[in-house]
Nanobody, 115 residues
């Protein structure tokens, strides 16, 4: 049974930084994509950042230049470094790992940015 465990969320003032981590446990192989999504209250879940197994990255326009996604394949772990946080970044952040034919989700971690 594969589980994704997220950590690093919390409360931060506007302009601050947080680093989210997502580590996979269990038998998981060939993680093609690692992604971070977020969902704010009353809004749909949105894709924030993606990193391929080759290291290519893609970001939502709203976070470009502020967030950085990275991965450590030896640890089956993905990171999201968030700098210059804004109140509109407040949401529950979810990690998602895509392997061949399977989609794995974390339980979510709350990020709250105060103004």
């Amino acid at each position: 049974q594969v589980q994704l465990l997220e950590s690093g969320g919390g409360l931060v003032q506007a302009g601050g930084s947080l680093r989210l981590s997502c580590a996979a446990s269990g038998s998981i192989f060939n993680i093609n994509l690692m992604r971070w999504y977020r969902q704010a209250p009353g809004k749909q879940r949105e894709l924030v950042a993606t990193i391929t197994n080759g290291g290519s990255t893609n970001y939502a326009d709203s976070v470009k230049g502020r967030f950085t996604i990275s991965r450590d394949n030896s640890k089956n772990t993905c990171y999201l470094q968030m700098n210059g946080l804004k109140p509109e970044d407040t949401a529950v952040y979810y990690c998602n790992f895509l392997t061949i034919g399977l989609n794995h989700w974390g339980q979510g971690t709350q990020v709250t940015v105060s103004s």
